[in-house]
């Protein structure tokens, strides 16, 4: 069964951290580029970045850089968001994606809740 789970969202402070993580089962993980979304209250997803399934990182959008990290770990078939010095408006939900262009194969997660507020 293929599947991809993220966790470690939830409510935290501005200025806090927290680290996401997204687990992929079922098919060959270390084939695929992962990427983390985000999309908030009315407003479409949005792309934070992208990791290679080399560790090259692209894409990320301006808003994020110096405070966000993507890493992967493909013994584990993990990726991670770290994130820190977070905002409110960083406040939505975070969906991870897998992915490989020379088939156009994809796959998302349900999403993880992350709410910055005092």
């Known amino acids: 069964q293929l599947q991809v789970v993220e966790s470690g969202g939830g409510l935290v402070q501005p200025g806090g951290s927290l680290r996401l993580s997204c687990a992929v089962s079922?098919?060959?993980?270390?084939?695929?580029?992962y990427a983390w979304y985000r999309q908030a209250p009315g407003k479409e997803r949005e792309l934070i970045g992208v990791?290679?399934?080399?560790?090259?990182?692209?894409n990320y959008r301006d808003s994020v850089k110096g405070r966000f990290i993507i890493s992967r770990d493909n013994m584990k078939k993990s990726t991670y968001l770290q994130m820190n010095n977070l905002k409110p408006e960083d406040t939505a939900m975070y969906y991870c994606?897998?992915?490989?262009?020379?088939?156009?194969?994809?796959?998302w997660g349900q999403g993880t809740q992350v709410t910055v507020s005092s």
């Open positions: 079922g098919f060959i993980s270390d084939t695929y580029d």
């Open positions: 990791i290679s399934n080399n560790n090259v990182i692209r």
């Open positions: 994606w897998a992915g490989r262009s020379y088939d156009n194969t994809e796959y």
